[in-house]
């Protein structure tokens, strides 16, 4: 049994292609796997965050794990800044780590690029994440494209704290998912869709209503010839409708092109809509009894115990190796 680990920050509700390409894929895992689900509201605070909004993100975000199916009986689901052990590793590899690599971190290029006044949070993210991650003797991590450079620095930082202290970091494997794992903005369909994206209508969140999905959907950006294809290149917008629409409804793209053959854009588009709604549905309706319950603070509250023991454990390994506190016997 491989152990998974992954976080998602709070910074806003999750869209339908965080459910398709993540969540979705972590109710499966978590049948065969010993999955750790982190809510990594450290992360978040690299830029200025309204508290109150941060701890509303934190709740609605675990009540999203659990109503996707995320069973608590079967993975650890917790938040991050309640395992004190993530700071204090993460300070670790933050030594560990080298300025130079941290600066060659696209990530941190293009969010710190012609700004002033930048977090050296947004530098030290990186190993941050690491600590994240090597704490739970991690096997394999399920990442996005956009995760592949952070994840490839933890390898790095795992192997050279092994090489100089001692042997007691698993290098984790970088897992990217096939199906689902790349859906696309409404608006800019060769941008990946992005809950922070200022433009509303370039995303589906989770927690839409009915009327809000049929109108992002119908709004969505496609093309003139009219014909349901899939084609990443020359038809961008259609080609991401169709990953949608066959991620939520379980038919293949071939058989959806099939189905569209000398039909509109308008039927196909209001298809898409009700496929989705259908997806979300029931997921909605468990996250709405979820939210506001004694039951989602009890699952926390286990899921903080459960992780404090084993990254204790951890933490006690990377201390000893470092030579760093006392020597007890």
Same mark, same amino acid.
């Not at 990186?126 to 399920?142: F, G, K, Q, R, S």
């Given at each position: 049994?491989?152990?998974?680990?992954?976080?998602?920050?709070?910074?806003?509700?999750?869209?339908?292609?965080?459910?398709?390409?993540?969540?979705?894929?972590?109710?499966?895992?978590?049948?065969?796997? &010993?999955?750790?689900?982190?809510?990594?509201?450290?992360?978040?605070?690299?830029?200025?965050?309204?508290?109150?909004?941060?701890?509303?993100?934190?709740?609605?975000?675990?009540?999203?794990?659990?109503?996707?199916?995320?069973?608590?009986?079967?993975?650890?689901?917790?938040?991050?800044?309640?395992?004190?052990?993530? $700071?204090?590793?993460?300070?670790?590899?933050?030594?560990?780590?080298?300025?130079?690599?941290?600066?060659?971190?696209?990530?941190?290029?293009?969010?710190?690029?012609?700004?002033?006044?930048?977090?050296?949070?947004?530098?030290?993210?990186?190993?941050?994440?690491?600590?994240?991650?090597?704490?739970?003797?991690?096997?394999?991590?399920?990442?996005?494209?956009?995760?592949?450079?952070?994840?490839?620095?933890?390898? &790095?930082?795992?192997?050279?704290?092994?090489?100089?202290?001692?042997?007691?970091?698993?290098? /984790?494997?970088?897992?990217? /998912?096939?199906?689902?794992?790349?859906?696309?903005?409404?608006?800019?369909?060769?941008?990946?869709?992005?809950?922070?994206?200022?433009?509303?209508?370039?995303?589906?969140?989770?927690?839409?209503?009915?009327?809000?999905?049929?109108?992002?959907?119908?709004?969505?950006?496609?093309?003139?010839?009219?014909?349901?294809?899939?084609?990443?290149?020359?038809?961008?917008?259609?080609?991401?409708?169709?990953?949608?629409?066959?991620?939520?409804?379980?038919?293949?793209?071939?058989?959806?092109?099939?189905?569209?053959?000398?039909?509109?854009?308008?039927?196909?588009?209001?298809?898409?809509?009700?496929?989705?709604?259908?997806?979300?549905?029931?997921?909605?309706?468990?996250?709405?009894?979820?939210?506001?319950?004694?039951?989602?603070?009890?699952?926390?509250?286990?899921?903080?115990?459960? $992780?404090?023991?084993? $990254?204790?454990?951890?933490?006690?390994?990377?201390?000893?190796?470092?030579?760093?506190?006392?020597?007890?016997?």
């Amino acid at each position: 049994m491989s152990v998974i680990f992954s976080g998602i920050q709070p910074s806003g509700t999750l869209t339908i292609g965080n459910y398709l390409g993540a969540l979705k894929n972590f109710v499966t895992l978590q049948e065969e796997h &010993d999955c750790l689900f982190c809510i990594v509201d450290q992360h978040a605070i690299t830029v200025t965050q309204d508290r109150l909004e941060l701890r509303k993100n934190i709740r609605s975000l675990a009540a999203l794990y659990l109503a996707v199916g995320i069973d608590p009986e079967k993975v650890i689901l917790f938040i991050q800044s309640e395992v004190p052990a993530h $700071a204090q590793l993460g300070w670790v590899m933050q030594c560990v780590a080298h300025v130079g690599e941290l600066e060659r971190m696209t990530q941190y290029k293009d969010k710190s690029s012609g700004k002033d006044g930048v977090s050296a949070g947004l530098l030290t993210y990186p190993p941050l994440m690491a600590a994240d991650i090597l704490l739970y003797n991690t096997d394999i991590v399920p990442v996005g494209d956009d995760q592949k450079q952070h994840l490839e620095l933890t390898r &790095d930082l795992a192997e050279r704290f092994n090489r100089k202290h001692n042997d007691i970091f698993t290098v /984790p494997e970088v897992f990217i /998912p096939k199906v689902g794992a790349r859906i696309k903005s409404l608006v800019e369909p060769t941008k990946k869709m992005s809950k922070s994206d200022d433009n509303k209508k370039s995303f589906i969140s989770m927690l839409d209503d009915e009327k809000t999905i049929m109108k992002k959907i119908k709004s969505a950006q496609t093309d003139s010839d009219g014909i349901v294809k899939f084609d990443v290149e020359n038809k961008p917008g259609i080609s991401n409708l169709l990953t949608i629409y066959s991620a939520c409804s379980g038919k293949s793209i071939e058989e959806l092109e099939q189905l569209y053959v000398g039909k509109g854009y308008g039927d196909f588009k209001n298809d898409v809509a009700e496929a989705v709604i259908a997806e979300l549905k029931p997921v909605q309706e468990r996250y709405n009894t979820l939210i506001n319950s004694d039951e989602l603070d009890r699952i926390l509250d286990a899921g903080a115990e459960k $992780a404090n023991r084993r $990254a204790y454990k951890m933490m006690k390994k990377v201390e000893k190796a470092m030579g760093l506190g006392r020597n007890r016997k």
